[in-house]
């Protein structure tokens, strides 16, 4: 069996964690995935364009993202086959009733790369990938019409422009969409398009027939039309307004072949872009075997064995998931789209350029494990994101989308995303010149750090009220941040983050500067907060201390006081002994992770609770390592392992945040986690596999459990490299130059093994020196 057959790409497609499960390359620029409707055309059922319970679809469109939370995304270039006259618009089928089809679970089938339906109009659909094109197979039911729509201007938050044409003579239809708005319903400053996406299909039989339609105009013979939807006053698409083509087929002919390409730089570079990866006379079967193998050769850089055929489902799938995005953005020859609007290409030693990334998410453990796995990913995603920087005004933006920046979420994520990629193993990157932009954007305050555009959600500064920083030494509760407290924790992270790069670049003052700035967590650490002790909170610019609960989420994001107060993790030992020392740590931790009945409280369970369905609390399991009761971050792990992840549709805890929270299960399966940003010190959980291996070009890593299972979290010993080992953690080297691990496993804690305070994990005050050393 190979790890592509372990994997279920319908996991997540429920409960929230807005997964797609369609036909993509890895990192694949290319997502060809169904659009979901729940009968409300201007609004996609899942941010994925697909909610597994909503068993209508409206097309099949060539991007997506896998994960985001926002309303939608991408969802480019929906095509769909229908067996009934093209009589009216589609742009007026508000409630979908016309023009989309019901489907069955039972008659779908998704594998990495792959994609089959029959769809209950009785097209019998196949859809396979390659990396920036893709291939289709249509069969017709005979006695009905065929039609192929192509929906252009219908992107799922909309389009302000859409064109398409077709060749009758050269079998083709093609066109651009204009696109982008995401989150654009939350506030104005994203209520706009930033991107242009071209495509051009090439079919394997003639047209009998053509049409086109605009708004409610509907042209029957038309080759032509353009038009995009538009965005309403909230930022959703216009109801009614939009553009597309169709053409016809003849069913007694057999299946219809659809070859097709897309570009974000030209209609010339699409076509080049299909040539080059699936030429005239390619087969379905070959496009699908070529994406079968690439997903076997990159799932197998992990290579696990034991345990249940769900679990390791379960773990591929995570995997999977882990390694869609950032995804490929440049094209054949190199081109791309600057965050300018000006076109680009990749130079030196970068391979290729990657757009789409969720940096307040991924910062924490997707970078880590992308880059460990592949260093030259890695590093180009790193140099992507400095290239984005210098196109955008050499501001680093948060969350960027294609060829544009969204500045959703908070606080500076590049900052320790570039850490994070250095300090496990993807050098191939202008880190000196990555690290002058980054200290630029920490010292000096621009336009849009003062700026309330976009506040909350999407503030337009990288480092917003950093004027603050620079002078309060925190973000205040009236700021141009989404919240004081938050932003503050975010920034106290990037300095930190800052300061490693600082020191790997052989910066010493700025080692030493980003290093005490990173203390300023220290500035709203109020201990009189409240009677189980002191919280992160807000303050007032004044210094004085507003009123406070331990519940409110009043100056923090998308988490309570609660989530919040750990989020340190560079400098725990000081966070704990500011708490009355680690035993009051950890009495607060178990009050964290279980309700008053003392069942777990993993999520939904009240905001003095976790809430491991999102990443504020992903970093907490862990703690229990540095406060000396590894035990129970073993024990706390595994609990959530075995019952928030699943080989279900609901399998996933929350939203995936484009591979996030699955990278979360992968490194939580191996029993290790990267808690330190900028640093590959690992600190340890316990294996839920009995053999694992790890494949990395700097030094394989063996993980060995003899009998491990789910119900034995419990480290009794631990060996690495053949000598017996008692401390919860792994230095960096372990990480970037492999080694073996065998652990011997148990059903009940052992309260000895790794509670010495002398072996707990580092931390890194300010007068510490560099992580990785």
Known sequence: ???????????????????????????????????????????????????????????????????????????????????????????????????????????????????????????????????????????????????????????????????????????????????????????????????????????????????????????????????????????????????????????????????????????ANARANLDAEIPQGATLAQVRGRARDAWNRALASIQVHGDSADQRTVFYTALYHSLLHPNVFSDVDGEYRGFDQKIHRVQGNQQAQYANFSGWDVYRSQLQLVTWLMPKVGSDIAQSLYNQAQQNHGEWDRWTHNSGGTHVMSGDPAVPALADIYAFGGRDFDLHGAYASLVRAATVPTAHDGSDDGCNVECVGQRPSLDQWLKLHYIATQSHAWGGAAETLEDATADFALSELAADVGDKEGERRFRARAGYWRNLFNPKAAPDGGYIQNRNADGSWPAFTPSTDDGFVEGSAAVYVWMVPFDLHDLFDAMGGADKAVARLDRFFRDADGHWAFTNAGPLHAELNNEPSVETPWLYDFAGQPYKTQETVRAVVNTLWKNTPDGIPGNDDLGEMSSWYVWSALGLYPEIPGSADLVMGSPLFDRAVVHRSGGDVVIDAPGASADTPYVHALQVDGKPYTQPWLPATFATHGGQLRFSLQATPDKAWGTDPRVAPPSFPPAAGHAGS
């Open 1 to 267: 069996m190979q790890p592509a057959d372990a994997v279920n790409p319908l996991i997540g497609s429920s409960n929230g964690g807005n997964t797609y499960p369609g036909a993509v390359m890895p990192f694949g620029m290319l997502q060809w995935s169904p659009e979901n409707t729940r009968g409300h055309h201007v609004r996609t059922a899942s941010p994925s364009g697909y909610q597994f319970d909503a068993q209508r679809i409206r097309g099949f469109s060539l991007t997506h993202l896998s994960g985001a939370g926002c309303a939608g995304a991408s969802g480019d270039i929906p095509v769909l086959p229908v067996t009934e006259p093209l009589t009216a618009s589609p742009s007026m089928d508000t409630d979908d009733s016309r023009y989309a089809v019901d489907f069955r679970h039972a008659d779908e089938r998704a594998t990495p790369g792959d994609y089959r339906l029959a769809l209950a109009n009785g097209v019998q659909l196949e859809l396979a990938a390659a990396m920036h094109s893709g291939m289709a197979s249509f069969a017709f039911p005979m006695g009905k019409p065929a039609n192929l729509l192509f929906r252009t201007s219908d992107s799922e938050v909309g389009s302000s422009a859409a064109e398409a044409r077709i060749d009758p003579a050269q079998r083709t239809v093609s066109g651009s969409v204009t696109s982008g708005n995401f989150c654009g319903y939350l506030a104005k400053a994203d209520q706009r398009s930033y991107y242009t996406l071209y495509f051009v299909a090439r079919f394997d039989q003639p047209f009998t027939a053509t049409g086109a339609w605009r708004d409610a105009v509907v042209r029957g013979g038309a080759n032509t039309e353009q038009g995009g939807t538009g965005y309403d006053a909230k930022g959703f698409p216009a109801a009614g307004k939009g553009s597309g083509v169709w053409v016809s087929f003849d069913p007694a002919k057999g299946p219809v072949g659809m070859r097709v390409g897309i570009s974000y730089v030209s209609l």
